[in-house]
């Protein structure tokens, strides 16, 4: 009756998917984050894969804990952001406000429950010691995608995923017979080519993975970032069994270039304060602008870009000496030369260079 009582209020509250798990470690979810730092593949992700043994084995973080309850919550259609506009930017739906927020309501409901019939219930949430995937798919509210994301029946891939811990002996579910078959769509859709034929992601080459990094984005990557300030949704709009929940969405086009640029930081972290942002510094959010900004070209960016080049971060400066070599025209040379003349960072010196070269 305990294990109905969640399952009702956790739906009621929002959630399209409910499950209880076995707490026993996810051993084979260990081996596979592991493989992937051995081999390089997880290239300096941080999160679950700094710690696999502690995020895959429950009872490491909470000796107590005798089940896991999975919870799903799907941010289709209700999403806003994510069209391409000239002079604007793209931020992954996940990531448009903060979507964590009823799911996480939701999961207080169903803790609340448990502490209220004198039982133990914490609340995890995008935390670094359990993978959540793993947890979804064992107790049966979603399935692994060849994308590496989960899917959930309805939504598909266009979900959050949450957990409560609890020392409640629950009745367990089973995981569903469900995979994606012979479909790969997701693998031809990254832009990048992360996605593996094999089901693996090579962090190296994702793109939402480098628009969360701390440091200088490879050069390589800056022009297949294209419009994006957060997040990429390419392997999630290109997959079957979530464009029912796609195509009832209205994206909208994210904050213009120009915006981003022309915010204090604090302007920034008041927006885009649920961003994961290393250090909660917002530079990587102008950072991000500035690659945009290179790969749209309009004029009436350049006297923003070229402010950038005489910026106090080393780093905006030389994202920004890459975004003036994309301009046409020679409409930055200028600025660059002047720049150079000036800058004492290796680093940014090596950027204009480059952009002079091109």
Avoid at 84 to 90: D, E, I, K, L
Avoid at 113 to 138: F, K, M, Q, T
Wanted: hydrophobic letters at 45%; a neutral charge; aromatic letters at 6%.
């Amino acid at each position: 009756m305990l294990k109905g009582r969640l399952h009702d209020v956790a739906v009621a509250a929002g959630c399209v998917g409910f499950g209880v798990a076995r707490v026993d470690p996810f051993a084979d979810v260990r081996a596979v984050m592991e493989g992937r730092k051995a081999s390089g593949l997880a290239a300096d992700l941080a999160f679950t894969y700094r710690d696999p043994p502690v995020a895959t084995d429950i009872r490491r973080s909470f000796p107590w804990a005798a089940r896991l309850i999975a919870l799903a919550w799907a941010y289709e259609p209700g999403a806003g952001a994510g069209v391409t506009v000239p002079g604007r930017t793209r931020i992954g739906r996940f990531a448009d406000g903060d979507q964590y927020a009823d799911l996480r309501a939701a999961a207080d409901a169903v803790a609340e429950v448990l502490h209220a019939e004198g039982h133990r219930g914490e609340v995890l949430i995008d935390d670094s010691r359990l993978v959540d995937r793993a947890v979804a798919v064992r107790a049966g509210v979603a399935w692994w995608g060849k994308s590496t994301m989960v899917l959930v029946p309805g939504p598909g891939p266009w979900v959050l995923l949450g957990s409560v811990v609890t020392d409640a002996l629950l009745g367990e579910d089973g995981p569903m017979d469900r995979t994606c078959g012979t479909c790969t769509a997701c693998i031809p859709a990254c832009p990048t080519g992360a996605i593996l034929p094999d089901g693996s992601l090579d962090a190296r080459r994702c793109l939402a993975h480098w628009l969360q990094h701390a440091g200088i984005v490879p050069f390589e990557l800056r022009r297949a970032i294209g419009d994006r300030l957060y997040g990429c949704d390419d392997c999630l709009t290109s997959c079957p069994p979530g464009r029912r929940a796609y195509g009832r969405a209205h994206p909208q086009p994210g904050p213009a270039i120009v915006d981003v640029l022309g915010s204090t930081d604090a302007d920034l972290l008041a927006r885009y304060g649920h961003f994961y942002l290393p250090g909660r510094r917002p530079r990587i959010v102008k950072r991000n602008a500035l690659i945009a900004a290179g790969n749209d070209g309009s004029p009436d960016l350049v006297p923003f870009v070229a402010a950038y080049l005489g910026h106090a971060d080393w780093m905006l400066r030389a994202h920004a000496a890459w975004a003036a070599g994309e301009f046409a025209a020679g409409g930055l040379d200028a600025a660059l030369g002047l720049a150079l003349s000036e800058e004492r960072d290796g680093r940014v010196r090596r950027e204009i260079r480059l952009a002079m070269s091109r």
